[in-house]
């Protein structure tokens, strides 16, 4: 199940590293649209677009120079993908060394976050993806390291670029909602998810899953026999996870949404309980076809 995303971290193993001079690319760049890309994740492509909707996008900007004690040098580039249910981030580098003829490809890892108004809005890993906020304009900062193949460039640094998008944010076509949000220790309660499909695209089936935190002890249970807890381990295995529920629903439509009660027993250890449903999005015979959205987390008290 999906977590939050944590708050920016340093580099493992950074003091080991050799120290970069970062010569930062300042100010904002014009937008502009570059060649569409493919979506980042396989689990949440985006539908075709329609008449008058922006296409899928790249748009970069220069985000730093690294510079080592002797002749490293990185350009490195941020970038963002928008036009999908997902915002990507990337930072792609450029590596040379001075006095030495080769030819260097770059690979750059690191973390990120991103900025909107003076607002945090998200962070994660190098490369990344995160729920598309919106249009508008974002600062991002990366903290990287970039190496070399063959070796030779190997610096890290904090760059930092400015970047405009404008697609704009696609309407949510599913919807999930539940009646409580609070679980009890020590007790089991009922609760009632409602899964709702709004848009016209698309078809009815969708997967609904929970899962709450093993070690507490946690067990979701139901007498809707579109769900089961799921089965682990090797066959003739029939363990199953009783910490989680995964339902199969296939008569979702516009104006009739698929409801799907459950019971929650919480021991004297608290758990969280959390929930995502898996749809389809119409792609004809793609392969990467599905879409995930997050669903309610409860909370234990």
Excluded at 131 to 158: F, I, N
């Amino acid at each position: 199940m999906p977590t939050r995303p944590t708050i920016l971290k340093s580099l493992a193993g950074a003091a080991l590293l050799p120290l970069a001079l970062v010569t930062p690319a300042w100010g904002q760049p014009t937008p502009a649209r570059s060649a569409p890309s493919a979506p980042s994740a396989p689990s949440a492509p985006s539908a075709p677009s329609r008449a008058g909707e922006e296409p899928p996008s790249t748009l970069c900007a220069p985000a730093g120079t690294l510079r080592g004690a002797h002749g490293q040098l990185a350009v490195v580039s941020v970038c963002l993908g928008s036009g999908t249910p997902q915002l990507t981030v990337s930072a792609p580098a450029s590596c040379r060394r001075a006095g030495v003829r080769v030819r260097y490809t770059c690979r750059t890892e690191g973390t990120w976050t991103a900025h909107r108004a003076g607002r945090t809005l998200a962070t994660g890993t190098l490369p990344d993806a995160q729920e598309y906020p919106g249009p508008g304009t974002y600062d991002v900062t990366a903290d990287v390291r970039v190496r070399s193949a063959p070796a030779g460039v190997d610096l890290r640094g904090t760059v930092e670029a400015t970047l405009t998008v404008t697609a704009p944010k696609a309407k949510p076509t599913h919807a999930v909602t539940v009646d409580r949000t609070t679980l009890r220790r020590n007790a089991t309660t009922t609760l009632t998810y409602t899964v709702r499909r709004d848009g016209d695209e698309g078809d009815g089936s969708a997967r609904l899953g929970l899962i709450g935190e093993a070690a507490t002890g946690v067990r979701i249970a139901t007498d809707d026999a579109r769900c089961v807890n799921p089965l682990v381990g090797r066959s003739p295995s029939n363990t199953r996870l009783r910490h989680s529920l995964d339902c199969a629903l296939t008569t979702l439509q516009p104006g009739h949404p698929e409801k799907v009660k459950v019971r929650v027993t919480v021991g004297p250890d608290c758990s969280t309980v959390v929930s995502k449903l898996g749809y389809w999005v119409p792609r004809g015979q793609s392969l990467y076809t599905g879409a995930m959205l997050a669903g309610p987390a409860l909370t234990c008290v």
